[in-house]
């Protein structure tokens, strides 16, 4: 698979060598486990999760945990033409000679690049299909609350945190190995882990109108399948030296989980109930998570992550001394999910330190009653109090989150939604940009609406149609989560085992990233359900309590009468406390023997971070590096990161801009076109205090990727400014297609020689013949270049030379290109 990165997009995705990657010698390692994030490499690696098990599973040393994504268009397109197998990252394992397949699935919209991602793999798509040569394939994440729509396509799932029983999993794989038993009895064993769910331990049987007359168990000891939950957090494993990915992750920047779970009890929402009880880490691990992952990967943004920070208990007390030390290190904070009434001007004033980025809140619902209903315990005078500060402040935007199609929704409501942004429009006296952000409601199992209706994609869009109109008459912006898409999370986070022919169908059509807007194909899944004869609509409606549901042998701790007495008290606008703060609710998750809250509340703790020195006087240093190898893959943006980063590691106090986004005097004399080598490439670096030239080598060195390599340092005075040069000098290397030596005389001959690009709209043309000096024939099909760089502009060497040689894109990625020199 690696053969095939010259030419594709993106590449720096597929190389598996970032920092912090682990690559363990296969020969001395008994499981080969690929973790598979069923989507772009930029999604699967903005998520914690799958860095925490790599990082579990490798520290194991009889295992060797490697990462696969899901390939974009492009390879997948590559892969299937010229049938090379979907492989790791890391040492490039072909899917189907993996032991252990697992995937991580966050949502419904990912099941075709599950199947897409099996089927490149090399690898059956249903698990009846697979016998013992083939990889144990299981899911994770929250879809393993009703994985039945997906269940035949993989063999098991974990319910509940992965921490808890991955290695358990590993173990009964491996004595299974040992011992040669059949397929069928690994499956067996694995349901004795508890939390792992075997789809085919379950028959469901139907009534004529589609709805479950009974779910058959087909094991004698075994009936429900318990989530499993880690009871403290500070106890967790937890990486401090994540991977850092070379391009620009979804979320580019450090995670920190500071909670897990939730209690607030917001009717609609699953993480709320499957992810109980909350459990606080303490702020002592906190500090120490912080200082240490800082440390091993440079990031210039630490994120705190809960589902609503703003509840964290220790917040107030310790967020002054972590600011200090961030603020000290150029390290900015941000807080997602952030809940009104949770953020004061205390707190604002904190994280506003460093950097300066927009304000999102969740209202869900525009009005009182609404809210009520949803046990959303939020005010409006909170929020407007909240808009004043944040306006008062000058930062520059507010986004509001709203759900249409709630259970109980009015008119009113969704006029208010309007009338709520007007006033927010109004108090920020039109100079802030208020956002609202619009979803439709999706009812979710093991949540009191599970039993509710979902309103169709033309109500969504009614709704949607008219708070636009609203939009642009009151002045706020709006975005909407399409309601195709909605329809489709609705089918199948309440769907059953019988929906695998509508996936499998919507694949077989071309449905690849259904959770992308721009890639998303309504028009497929149409086609699918009718080919499966399955009606869609049928998954929208509302439940009945008596009704057997398909997740009805997943037991996540929240009992069910619970479910169904909050769902009653939505109906009368009633609300339920959080519990974190005051009465348990009986909810069932609690035994308060092994599983309880974990609260850090008006606990003592003492900040021992290390401190930052103090101010030093600034130098520039001038540093000559090499680019080769796969580091010829770094686009420029990436390159300034990658630098950015290994400064930071090194230790190097980095001299930062003023204002709201501060960013690090480094600067580059030219961008070097994506796959093109060079032994000479400058970049200049301000820094506090003063280096030896030499030391400055060993220290940034051992922190830059393979490829990289800086091979001389110098001081410059601190008002130089780095001057492109004036002439680069490469040799190329013709030999994997021939030198056509009649193009070199061509071009010779030629009075001018022009060469022309569309760019921005507009025809940049130039003529080559006064920007290549010459080309002279060396040894072994290799040519030299030596290309003018005059100050008005030029061109890049692999434009000249596929203009010179009449070449395509994929001719040119098979050269090598070298950049031996420069004159100034
Ligand atoms: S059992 Fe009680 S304390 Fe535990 S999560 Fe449920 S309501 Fe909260």
Redesign the pocket.
């Given at each position: 698979m690696k053969d095939l990165i010259p030419y594709i997009k993106g590449p720096s995705r597929y190389l598996g060598n970032e920092i912090n990657t682990i690559h363990k010698d296969l020969n001395k390692i008994e499981v080969k486990f690929a973790l598979c994030f069923p989507d772009l490499y930029e999604v699967g690696m903005s998520h914690l999760g799958l860095q925490i098990l790599y990082y579990i599973l490798n520290q194991d040393p009889r295992i060797a945990a490697e990462r696969v994504f899901a390939p974009d268009i492009d390879m997948e397109k590559k892969l299937r033409k010229y049938n090379i197998p979907l492989c790791t990252l890391e040492s490039n394992i072909p899917l189907k000679d993996c032991d252990i397949v697992g995937f991580s699935l966050q949502h419904e919209l990912c099941f075709t690049n599950v199947l897409n991602i099996l089927n490149l793999g090399h690898i059956p798509l249903y698990s009846r299909q697979r016998n013992e040569n083939h990889p144990l394939i299981i899911g994770g994440g929250p879809i393993s609350v009703n994985p039945e729509p997906i269940s035949p396509f993989l063999d098991g799932f974990i319910v509940g945190d992965g921490e808890e029983v991955i290695l358990e999993i590993v173990n009964v794989y491996l004595s299974w190995k040992k011992e040669g038993g059949k397929r069928e009895e690994l499956l067996k064993d694995l349901t004795k882990i508890p939390g792992f769910y075997l789809p085919f331990a379950f028959y469901p049987r139907y009534h004529l109108d589609g709805t479950i007359k009974e779910i058959e168990e087909l094991l004698p000891h075994y009936h429900k399948v318990k989530r499993q939950i880690i009871k403290d957090l500070d106890s967790a494993p937890f990486p401090t030296f994540p991977i850092i990915p070379y391009n620009k992750p979804i979320h580019d920047r450090l995670s920190i989980e500071v909670t897990r779970g939730c209690?607030h009890g917001c009717r609609f929402c699953q993480a709320g109930f499957i992810y109980?009880?909350v459990r606080e880490r303490s702020p002592q691990k906190i500090f120490k998570l912080i200082e240490e992952s800082i440390k091993n990967t440079g990031y210039e943004e630490v994120s705190l992550l809960s589902l609503s920070i703003g509840d964290y208990c220790p917040l107030k007390d310790f967020l002054p001394s972590l600011m200090d030390e961030l603020s000290s290190k150029e390290v900015a904070l941000s807080l997602p999910s952030l809940r009104v009434g949770t953020i004061d001007k205390e707190i604002m004033e904190q994280i506003s330190r460093v950097r300066r980025t927009g304000f999102t809140f969740a209202p869900e619902a525009a009005t009182q009653q609404l809210r009520n209903r949803i046990n959303k315990k939020i005010k409006e005078e909170d929020l407007f109090k909240t808009a004043e500060e944040i306006f008062a402040k000058k930062w520059p935007s507010l986004k509001l989150y709203f759900m249409i199609g709630l259970p109980g929704e009015t008119e009113e409501d969704i006029k208010a939604i309007a009338e709520l942004a007007k006033q927010l429009a109004k108090l920020g006296r039109y100079k802030y940009q208020i956002t609202v952000s619009l979803s439709t409601f999706v009812p979710k199992p093991h949540t009191p609406f599970q039993w509710e209706h979902q309103i169709s994609i033309q109500e969504s869009q009614e709704k949607i149609k008219f708070l636009r109109k609203m939009a642009w008459r009151y002045g706020f912006r709006i975005r909407w989560h399409a309601p195709e898409q909605s329809f489709l999370e609705g089918i199948f986070s309440r769907g059953d085992r019988r929906l695998h022919e509508v996936i499998l169908r919507a694949w077989l059509k071309g449905a690849r990233f259904d959770g992308w807007r721009d890639k998303f194909k309504f028009e497929l899944w149409k086609a699918a359900f009718e080919d499966a004869r399955l009606n869609p609509y049928f998954y929208l409606v509302e439940r009945s309590k008596d009704e057997i549901l398909p997740w009805e042998k997943i037991d996540i701790g929240?009992n069910i009468e619970f479910l169904w007495q909050e769902r009653l008290k939505s109906q009368q606008g009633e609300i339920t406390s959080d519990?974190?703060f005051g009465t348990?609710?009986?909810?069932?998750?609690?035994d308060f023997k092994n599983v309880?809250?974990i609260i850090h509340k008006g606990e003592k703790f003492d900040l021992t971070l290390e401190k930052s020195q103090g101010e030093l006087e600034k130098h520039k240093y001038r540093l000559t590096f090499s680019k080769i190898d796969n580091a010829r893959f770094f686009s420029h943006l990436e390159l300034i990161n990658i630098f950015h980063r290994a400064f930071r590691r090194a230790g190097l106090k980095l001299v930062y801009s003023k204002g709201f986004h501060p960013l690090p005097r480094i600067s580059f004399a030219l961008a070097l076109p994506v796959g093109v080598e060079s032994l000479i490439e400058t970049v200049d670096v301000e820094v506090y205090g003063k280096y030896d030239e030499g030391d400055l080598l060993g220290k940034i060195n051992p922190h830059l990727p393979q490829g990289l390599h800086i091979t001389h340092a110098m001081e410059v005075p601190l008002e130089t400014t780095l001057c492109p040069p004036s002439t680069q000098r490469f040799i190329i290397d013709f030999s994997p297609i021939g030198l056509n030596r009649e193009k070199i005389k061509e071009f010779y001959k030629k009075e001018s020689f022009v060469w022309q690009k569309l760019r921005n709209q507009k025809v940049k043309q130039v003529d080559l013949k006064k920007l290549v000096k010459y080309i002279k024939e060396k040894k072994n099909e290799k040519i030299e270049v030596a290309l003018y760089m005059p100050p008005e502009g030029s061109i890049k060497i692999t434009e000249a030379i596929s203009t010179i040689f009449s070449l395509k894109e994929e001719d040119i990625a098979r050269l090598q290109i070298l950049k031996v020199g420069i004159e100034m």
């Open positions: 209690t109980r009880p929240v519990c974190r348990c609710h009986q909810c069932g998750v609690c309880s809250p």
